[in-house]
């Protein structure tokens, strides 16, 4: 029984990874849309990024990594939502942090947002959204 819940909780990660793919890449594409199109500053086009991002991770954790659907929604989307202002503050800190200590990386904006969100990923969210989607199982 033990390596079945490791095989699902691996299975469940991976899923989690997928969804997370998603919201990147609607975090990186309005980043890089605000930033490359529309000339903003790429410490300030970081908040309505990772914003669209959350949008999108919310959607693909509930519906396909965590397969809640069943679990209450408002419940899930108020958690949820809790966890991720955390989150929007630990990516946006550690994303400024990062572009300050490491100026040279300014035209690399998308590879420090791809760290920086994957760092706070599996320290911060990943570990609580488990929590959060968590459904009684049926009988």
Do not use: C, K
């Not at 990772?50 to 397969?67: C, E, T, W, Y």
């Not at 108020?78 to 990386?105: C, G, H, K």
Request: overall charge positive.
């Amino acid at each position: 029984m033990h390596r079945a819940l490791s095989a699902e909780r691996i299975i469940e990660t991976l899923r989690a990874g997928v969804a997370g793919i998603a919201a990147t890449a609607a975090d990186l594409a309005v980043l890089a849309f605000l930033v490359s199109a529309m000339h903003v500053d790429p410490r300030a086009a970081s908040g309505p990024a990772l914003v669209a991002g959350g949008i999108v991770n919310f959607v693909g954790n509930r519906h396909f990594a965590f397969r809640a659907r069943s679990g209450p929604l408002f419940r899930q989307a108020v958690l949820y939502t809790v966890v991720e202002v955390i989150a929007l503050a630990l990516n946006a800190f550690l994303y400024d942090q990062s572009l300050r200590a490491f100026p040279a990386a300014r035209s690399a904006y998308w590879a420090v947002r791809l760290v920086s969100s994957h760092v706070v990923f599996l320290a911060w969210s990943l570990p609580l959204w488990r929590r959060v989607f968590a459904v009684e199982a049926r009988a």
